[in-house]
């Protein structure tokens, strides 16, 4: 059958949509090991809706994007999701990344479009489904029927990874000591591994406990300030 045109006002699907790379480097610990096993094997045994929630930085949206991946998942972002058209959705996973921006009426829908075959719906949020405020009653029971799975700020082995990966990228060899002495220190999200790592980039030293000491602090050693 040949597809409609897409109605004004609505965004086609490219055929490929720009995701990460797959799981390598993902470290599966404590803090997001439930998520990791709800995703793992759906929705080849039912479809429908999902939610992986957590706090801002603890990887829920990375994990989502590996999913993504692995089932040829449509992946929206946010307010997006209203542009979308439905033929293009209908009989597919679709990936809805801060889903809590999304207007009642496009999240009825998409929800409602999970339920065909081959559909299924997962939804990235900080909070879970059943504990948003939305104005449908139809979309209220919706989401209070969606299973949600909840993942944790980052623990030590993930935080860990987070840092190492961070100074891979920059070619950045830290002493064996940083690492360990970071994660006692920093906010516990992929956000503060990024910045710490990007402010002792910015040095231009060796890494070293000494240097990653005064750049928490916010001198150069000599009390004058880095800003």
């Given at each position: 059958?040949?597809?409609?045109?897409?109605?004004?006002?609505?965004?086609?699907?490219?055929?490929?949509?720009?995701?990460?790379?797959?799981?390598?480097?993902?470290?599966?610990?404590?803090?997001?090991?439930?998520?990791?096993?709800?995703?793992?094997?759906?929705?080849?045994?039912?479809?429908?809706?999902?939610?992986?929630?957590?706090?801002?930085?603890?990887?829920?949206?990375?994990?989502?994007?590996?999913?993504?991946?692995?089932?040829?998942?449509?992946?929206?972002?946010?307010?997006?999701?209203?542009?979308?058209?439905?033929?293009?959705?209908?009989?597919?996973?679709?990936?809805?990344?801060?889903?809590?921006?999304?207007?009642?009426?496009?999240?009825?829908?998409?929800?409602?479009?999970?339920q065909a075959?081959?559909?299924?719906?997962?939804?990235?949020?900080?909070?879970?489904?059943?504990?948003?405020?939305?104005?449908?009653?139809?979309?209220?029971?919706?989401?209070?029927?969606?299973?949600?799975?909840?993942?944790?700020?980052?623990?030590?082995?993930?935080?860990?990874?987070?840092?190492?990966?961070?100074?891979?990228?920059r070619g950045?060899?830290?002493?064996?000591?940083?690492?360990?002495?970071?994660?006692?220190?920093?906010?516990?999200?992929?956000?503060?591994?990024?910045?710490?790592?990007?402010?002792?980039?910015?040095?231009?030293?060796?890494?070293?406990r000494a240097?990653?000491?005064?750049?928490?602090?916010?001198?150069?050693?000599?009390?004058?300030?880095?800003?």
């Amino acid at each position: 059958m040949t597809a409609r045109p897409s109605p004004p006002g609505q965004m086609r699907l490219p055929l490929q949509s720009d995701l990460p790379d797959g799981a390598e480097g993902f470290v599966v610990s404590d803090c997001n090991r439930a998520a990791v096993a709800a995703l793992e094997d759906w929705p080849n045994l039912i479809g429908g809706a999902m939610a992986i929630c957590g706090p801002a930085g603890c990887g829920k949206s990375r994990l989502a994007q590996i999913w993504a991946e692995r089932v040829g998942a449509v992946a929206l972002h946010g307010a997006e999701a209203a542009l979308i058209d439905p033929m293009e959705i209908e009989g597919r996973p679709v990936l809805l990344d801060r889903a809590k921006d999304v207007d009642d009426e496009t999240l009825f829908h998409l929800i409602n479009l999970a339920q065909a075959p081959g559909g299924a719906l997962l939804m990235v949020a900080r909070s879970a489904p059943s504990s948003w405020e939305v104005a449908l009653p139809d979309l209220r029971s919706r989401l209070d029927a969606v299973i949600s799975v909840p993942m944790e700020a980052p623990d030590d082995a993930v935080l860990a990874a987070m840092l190492d990966a961070r100074f891979a990228e920059r070619g950045i060899r830290p002493q064996k000591d940083v690492v360990p002495y970071l994660l006692r220190r920093i906010d516990r999200s992929a956000a503060a591994a990024e910045a710490v790592v990007e402010t002792l980039d910015a040095l231009h030293k060796p890494v070293t406990r000494a240097l990653a000491r005064e750049a928490l602090e916010g001198t150069d050693g000599s009390g004058e300030s880095f800003e």
